[in-house]
């Protein structure tokens, strides 16, 4: 019997299945010469490159902010990236920055909903994580004016249009305080079909008394106070 057929022998004795690791060759050249290999491996899209170190190291890169690879994949748009992550490491926590930011605030304000999707399905990010001022990824997605992403948070995640932070700001107060009109207008309109009292979420005060029109008026957006008094806000309350 030579050696290969007495190792087979043992596998089926033993019923051991021999064990797949593809892509386990090492990094590119490019990976190889980052600060952090896993990291660009993640935020380039190099499957095989993360492959191989996900499954030599684990999930343990981090940069200088806390970011790990799930951030970057996420920020990045990286869905494919975060398929090998889950695939690898599953299950997946929500891990958190040093802002206590998870990868679903980074899918969120970076407006890849897709990568969003992919976390809030198959990873413990939620809708709800919140990072280190109460935010969560319908703060971040309203104040960089990602619409899409605020329509699918809202109508499928679960998200509440009203949610306040640390400083009692909603989605509203920072979409109209970043100058994202569409963003305040479909938050708007959601609001206008689906509760009562919605003229009351639109005057929302923070913790400092301040409404989303007196945001935009201080940071002189002018289409948005326009449209805040003529559509929204008939009586200005000061
Ligand atoms: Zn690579």
Redesign the pocket.
Known sequence: MDLDSFDKLLVDELDIKPVKFPHTSG??S??KKAKHPQL??AG?G?E??LHYSLQTEGLVSKDSFGATALHIAARKGMTQSLQCIVDVCSPVEAFRAHNKASPAHDAAGTGNLESLIFLIENTACTAHDRDKNQATPLHWAAQLGHTEVVDWLISDAGAQPDVKNTAGLTPIHLAASKNKLDTLKWLSNHLKNHYVNSQTYIDARALNGETPLYFAAQEGHLQIVTWLVEKVCPVIDV
């Open positions: 990094y590119c490019s990976c660009e491996a380039s190099h095989s490159c």
